[in-house]
Structure formats: structure tokens, C-alpha cells
């Protein structure tokens, strides 16, 4: 049986319970693949020219940590969100995403350590309800898969115990979908969190 360790980091490390994110589109091109945690801050978002912020990821290297960083994973968040004052903005969109995606996490390039079924994977915190809207006397109701809570989230954990990124180990996450089967009506965000603890230097 392989197990993941942490080895203990010659650096002084301080444990700061934040958790990692990135930002993909989810667009009305047609799309079969969204990715994560591969285009750092800087890099475009979409191919028309927009540029990743800390607004949309806060990973500053692709696909690693870098030192002297490391990362306590204990699970997964995938929030969804678009304009609820847009007429294009539709739960067959939603559903496209729960339904028919597949989300799956890589250590390294090649083999699946984590795949599921979008619906697996709770939004976590996020609207519920109905909201403002610039539409008099229009209300809208925000779809969410679970409950929004920053406790609601895919456990990712063995034996209770996180596992552990080192600060130059390669991860990566993604959701497919089948070809020609997602065209959503608009451009939508999809956040991805891995939850968990990031230790950084002192």
C-alpha cells in the first residue's frame, strides 16, 4: 500500500488555512475540457485577450507550488457563477455542467488520483435564493449544488489525514465533458478551490 507522507521542510513554515483556487470558462464556443491550476496569474484566461488576477487564481507558478510552499488537501469545491440579471443565463446551462462533467485531479501528468462526476462536487458558500437584479419587480433563483457553506465540500482525505503537495510536485485538475455534448448559451466562470492548509515561509 503507497502512502503520502509529509516530509518534514528544512525552511520554517508557517501554516496559513487558505485554500488554493483557480478560474476557467465555461463559453458558448463549445468547449470539452475546462483546466486548473496550469495558467498562473498573468496568463489569459480566454483566448480573447483577458489576463488571469488574483481575482481568478491565486497561483502564482503553473502547475506547482514552488519553494519553500507547501499544501494540506482535504477536498474540493466547484463554484459556478453568472449574471442572474442576463436572459441568456439558463439552468439547462447549470445542468450541462453537473450533469454531463466529469471532474478529475492529477499528481503529476498521467494518472487520475481523483475521478467524479461533477455532481459530486458541492459549490461550498455562494448565492441561495433570490436575488437583486436591475429588472423592476423581477426576482431569480440561483441553482447551487449542496449547501452554501464553507464546510460543504468533496472529502479528499485518507484515514482523515490531508494529503500533502510538496513545494515542486506537479498537480493539476480538469473537468471533461463528451465531445460536441456542452454548448452553453453564454460565457459562465467555474472556480475551482482545493481546500486545505498552505504552508509558507516564515
Known amino acids: 500500500m503507497i ?3 509529509r516530509v518534514e521542510s528544512r525552511a520554517a513554515l508557517r501554516a496559513l488555512k487558505q485554500p488554493l483556487f483557480d478560474t476557467a470558462i465555461f463559453d458558448n464556443a463549445g468547449v470539452n475540457r475546462l483546466n486548473y491550476f496550469q495558467a498562473p496569474q498573468g496568463n489569459p484566461i480566454v483566448a480573447a485577450g483577458a489576463f488571469k488576477s488574483e481575482v481568478d487564481t491565486n ?5 506547482q507550488l514552488g519553494r519553500p510552499q507547501e ?3 482535504y477536498g474540493f469545491n466547484l463554484e459556478f457563477t453568472c449574471d442572474p440579471d442576463d436572459a441568456g443565463a439558463t439552468i439547462a446551462d447549470l445542468q450541462l455542467l453537473y450533469d454531463a462533467g466529469v471532474f478529475e485531479f492529477f499528481f503529476g501528468q ?3 488520483w481523483l475521478q467524479i462526476p461533477v455532481q459530486e462536487i458541492p459549490n461550498g458558500a455562494g448565492w441561495e435564493g433570490t436575488v437583486a437584479t436591475a429588472n423592476v419587480g423581477t426576482e431569480y433563483f440561483f441553482a447551487k449544488n449542496g449547501i452554501g457553506d464553507v464546510h460543504s465540500y468533496y472529502v479528499f482525505t485518507i484515514g482523515k489525514k490531508p494529503i500533502p503537495i510538496a513545494s515542486a ?3 493539476t485538475a480538469r473537468v471533461d465533458f463528451p ?3 456542452v454548448t452553453p448559451s453564454q460565457d459562465y466562470r467555474v472556480r475551482c478551490f482545493m481546500k486545505g492548509v498552505l504552508y509558507a515561509a516564515l
Do not use: Y
Open 3 to 5: 502512502t503520502r507522507e
Open 59 to 63: 497561483l502564482t507558478q503553473a502547475g
Open 71 to 73: 499544501f494540506d488537501l
Open 110 to 112: 498521467q494518472r487520475p
Open 169 to 171: 510536485e506537479n498537480f
Open 179 to 181: 465531445q460536441g455534448a
